[in-house]
T-cell receptor, first 118, second 114 residues
Framework: AQKVTQAQTEISVVEKEDVTLDCVYETRDTTYYLFWYKQPPSGELVFLIRRNSFDEQNEISGRYSWNFQKSTSSFNFTITASQVVDSAVYFCALSEAGIYNQGGKLIFGQGTELSVKP | DAGVIQSPRHEVTEMGQEVTLRCKPISGHNSLFWYRQTMMRGLELLIYFNNNVPIDDSGMPEDRFSAKMPNASFSTLKIQPSEPRDSAVYFC????????????FGPGTRLLVL
């Protein structure tokens, strides 16, 4: 079965601290896709990154970086020098595979609520 | 470019009333998804369409929920009759075909059933 686990329900840090959000997934597929979304207090869901299972290269975008490790089925997200505007709920998601999954159904983790205090 | 458009943004209704939520996907996207977000259950997929055809409606809670996609630029999610436990944020998302493509979400409709 496909599953995404975000074990950290809430994290609280002080501004400028680094913080890592964990994501562990389960899948039997050899080809799959992983995503991170951000949900700020305003409520919308904002796409951050997509990673396919063939590409284990880490990615950095400004203060954001992602560490994909197939061996441990993890796709962790690090924010460097956190800011108050980073306060949000962050969701990790897995694109479910299968012969009927032409559409790319997403399986979401429960989310991690990050609070960055000034 | 316009993103996914949802209406209304907020809806307050009384138990037993019919509720219709609307979604306009991003132009050119041929997959459309309806999700529900609650504190207890998180984000859960209700139904998704590919080329206007419902592909998987296994997440639709019960017969009170129905969804349609009469054309490529419009979809509705209807709840009849509504119940207090239907109170949630309902998101619509769209994407291009294929598993590798990214889903882009609308702003959501916050539904409160009294």
């Amino acid at each position: 079965a496909q599953k995404v686990t975000q074990a950290q329900t809430e994290i609280s840090v002080v501004e400028k601290e680094d913080v890592t959000l964990d994501c562990v997934y389960e899948t039997r597929d050899t080809t799959y896709y992983l995503f991170w979304y951000k949900q700020p207090p305003s409520g919308e869901l904002v796409f951050l990154i997509r990673r396919n299972s063939f590409d284990e290269q880490n990615e950095i975008s400004g203060r954001y970086s992602w560490n994909f490790q197939k061996s441990t089925s993890s796709f962790n997200f690090t924010i460097t020098a956190s800011q108050v505007v980073d306060s949000a709920v962050y969701f990790c998601a897995l694109s479910e595979a299968g012969i009927y999954n032409q559409g790319g159904k997403l399986i979401f983790g429960q989310g991690t609520e990050l609070s960055v205090k000034p | 470019d316009a993103g996914v458009i949802q209406s209304p943004r907020h809806e307050v209704t009384e138990m037993g009333q019919e509720v219709t939520l609307r979604c306009k996907p991003i132009s050119g996207h041929n997959s459309l998804f309806w999700y529900r977000q609650t504190m207890m259950r998180g984000l859960e997929l209700l139904i998704y369409f590919n080329n206007n055809v419902p592909i998987d409606d296994s997440g639709m809670p019960e017969d009170r929920f129905s969804a349609k996609m009469p054309n490529a630029s419009f979809s509705t999610l209807k709840i009849q009759p509504s119940e207090p436990r239907d109170s949630a944020v309902y998101f619509c998302a769209s994407k291009l075909d294929g598993r590798r493509e990214t889903q882009y979400f609308g702003p959501g409709t916050r539904l409160l059933v009294l």
